[in-house]
């Protein structure tokens, strides 16, 4: 169970909160793409940056150099997939339906050589599923310059938005279509790199993903 915060705790639309920590870990785990919001210099930045989950740590990664990864500082990250437009009667009552979660925390940066490249395997896996063995590893320069945050999922908040829209009562006798929109969200078939020297097949752990819908 996810362990409620004056953070964390929903002060509205209550009923779309989830407590489960299966809910968190299944929107994570199907994301691709998280949102750090940081405060770097006394102004307030969100980077949208790769992540990638190992039990109860979320990890992320960038450049040494990077104001947004130094790990100083309470951070807030957050993962949202939306599922469909929520089309009302009135545009009081349009909506979104979807999957969020919200992590707050204060990073600790990855200093161990084997939990780094722990963590980078799992935000490279988060990405493409089969793709760290299938390339090279970063060696020692690449790996001196790359940062890699670790982020405990221990404050952590869940909501989702499912169903048709809600209308005011005498609102349904009103001439105006209403329903749900359902987005999906496919993989196209691979381009190959142009620049490829040789002719190779597309690996079937990438081919494999174009049949899937996220």
Aim: with cysteine; net charge negative.
């Amino acid at each position: 169970m996810l362990s409620p915060t004056p953070r964390t705790t929903l002060r509205r639309s209550k009923e779309r909160a989830r407590t489960d920590r299966e809910d968190l870990y299944a929107v994570l785990d199907a994301g691709l793409i998280c949102h750090l919001g940081v405060v770097a210099g006394g102004s307030p930045m969100v980077v949208p940056t790769g992540y990638g989950r190992i039990g109860d740590t979320l990890y992320l990664h960038g450049s040494t150099g990077s104001t947004s990864l130094r790990g100083t500082g309470e951070v807030c990250v957050t993962v949202t997939h939306v599922d469909g437009v929520v089309l009302a009667r009135s545009v009081f009552h349009h909506s979104v339906n979807y999957r969020s979660a919200m992590i707050y925390g204060r990073p600790r940066l990855v200093e161990d050589d084997e939990e780094r490249l722990a963590g980078l395997r799992a935000i490279t896996e988060q990405l493409a599923p089969g793709q760290w063995s299938a390339a090279r590893p970063p060696n020692r320069k690449e790996l001196a310059a790359t940062a890699v945050l670790a982020l405990s999922l221990a404050e952590a908040s869940v909501k989702i938005r499912q169903g048709p829209p809600v209308d005011e009562e005498e609102d349904y006798a009103l001439p105006v279509w209403a329903g749900v929109l359902p987005l999906h969200s496919s993989w196209g078939a691979p381009e190959a790199d142009p620049a490829s020297i040789m002719d190779l097949d597309v690996p079937p752990h990438i081919a494999s993903r174009t049949i899937t819908i996220r």
